[in-house]
C-alpha cells in the first residue's frame, strides 16, 4: 500500500521595519491642584515632612467623573498630532494602568474606539509603575516585528480612586494624569535593548490592599464590613529596593545601549520619590550636565502615567532636547522593573 503526503507548507511571517522610534508624545494633567496642607490633619503630619520625605509639594488629582479613559484620550491626542498621524492609522494600542476599575473590558479598547483607531488591537498591562517603560518595549517589538507599523502606548493612572487618605504611608505620594507617545518604524536604532524583570518574592511589597485581611483592629463598631481596598506600600523595604538595585539596572541599559552616561541628554526615571532619584543620580556617577526629570514634586506619583508625563514636561520646557538620548526607567509593584535608552521625540 502507497501513501502520499502533502508537500509542506511555508508559513508567511510579516516583514517589519529595521528599527523603531517614538515620533509623538503627549500627556494630560488634571486640572485640580492638591497641596500638602490638604493632607497633613488625616494623617497628623506636616508640609515640611511630607517633603523631606518624598519632595512632594503638590500632586493633581481628576474630576470625580474624570476617568482612566477620559485622561489617556487626551494624552493620546496630543501624541497622534506631534506625530503627524490620523488615529486609524494606529494598529496597536497598549495602556498601562493599574487603576482602570473594571477587570474587563480593557480600557484600551474603549480609547481605541474614541480615538477612532478601530480595530487596532488593543489590550492593557498591568505592571504598575513600571508599565509604560514595559509597554515601549512591547511596541518596540511589534513595529519590528512586523504586527503593526505604529503603537499608541499610554500610560495612565487615576490613584485617587485607590488611596487612603487616612494611611499616613501612602495618602501624600499619589497622584492622577496620563502620557503616551506613538512607536513608529526608523530608518536607524532609536529604542535601546530594554533591561527588564521582577522579584516575586516581594510581591507584597507595593499592593492594593486586602479589604478582610488590612481592616484596623480600632475601627468603628459601626464602620463598613469592607474597606475599599487602596494601594498601600511598606515604604523603607521600598526605598531600599529601588536604591539599591535598580541603579545596576539602568546601568545594564546604557551598557546594552552603548551609550555612556555623559552621552545622555536626559535622565527619566520613575518619579516615586525625590531621594529615590538623587541616590540613582549619584550611584549612577551621572555628569552634572544631565538633567534630570524631577516632575515628583508637582505631580506627586502618578505610577504607569509618571515617567511619559515627566519626558512630556522636559521637552515642552526646553529642559531636553528632542532627538537627545534619554534613558528611562520604570520600577514598582510586583516587584517589577524596565528600563531602556530612547531617543526623544
Partial sequence: ??????????????????????????AYRPARVVTNHELVDAIESSDEWIQGRSGIVTRRRAAP???????????SRQALEHAGLRADQIGA????????????????????????????????ISVACAGFCHGVSLAHDMVRGGSAEHVLVVGVEKLSDFTDLDDRGSAFIFGDGAGAVVVSPSDVPAIGPTVW?????????????????????????????????AIVMKGQAVFRWAVWKMAPVAQE????????????????????????IDSMIKALKLPAHVPV???????????????????????????????????LI???????????????P
Fill in 93 to 124: 494600542v497598549i495602556v498601562a494602568t493599574v487603576t482602570h476599575p473594571f477587570q474587563t473590558p480593557a480600557a484600551a479598547a474603549l480609547l481605541a474606539y474614541r480615538l477612532g483607531a478601530t480595530p487596532a488591537a488593543a489590550f492593557d
Fill in 253 to 276: 541599559a546604557l551598557d546594552r545601549a552603548g551609550v555612556k552616561a555623559e552621552d545622555l541628554s536626559a535622565f527619566i526615571p520613575h518619579q516615586a520619590n525625590m531621594r529615590i
Fill in 197 to 229: 524583570g521582577s522579584d516575586g518574592e516581594q510581591w507584597d511589597t507595593i499592593r492594593q490592599r486586602d479589604s478582610w485581611l488590612d481592616m484596623r483592629p480600632d475601627r468603628p463598631a459601626d464602620a463598613p464590613e469592607v474597606l475599599w481596598p
Fill in 65 to 75: 467623573d474624570e476617568s482612566v479613559v477620559d485622561m489617556a484620550e487626551a494624552a
Fill in 293 to 327: 526629570a524631577r516632575d515628583v514634586a508637582d505631580m506627586g506619583n502618578t505610577s504607569a502615567a509618571s515617567v511619559p508625563l515627566a519626558m512630556e514636561r522636559m521637552l515642552r520646557e526646553g529642559a531636553a532636547p528632542h532627538g537627545g538620548l534619554a534613558l
Fill in 1 to 26: 500500500m502507497t501513501t502520499t503526503t502533502e508537500p509542506q507548507r511555508t508559513i508567511l511571517t510579516p516583514q517589519g521595519a529595521a528599527y523603531a522610534r517614538l515620533s509623538g508624545i503627549g
Fill in 330 to 344: 520604570g520600577f514598582g509593584a510586583g516587584l517589577s522593573y524596565a528600563a531602556q535608552v530612547v531617543t526623544l
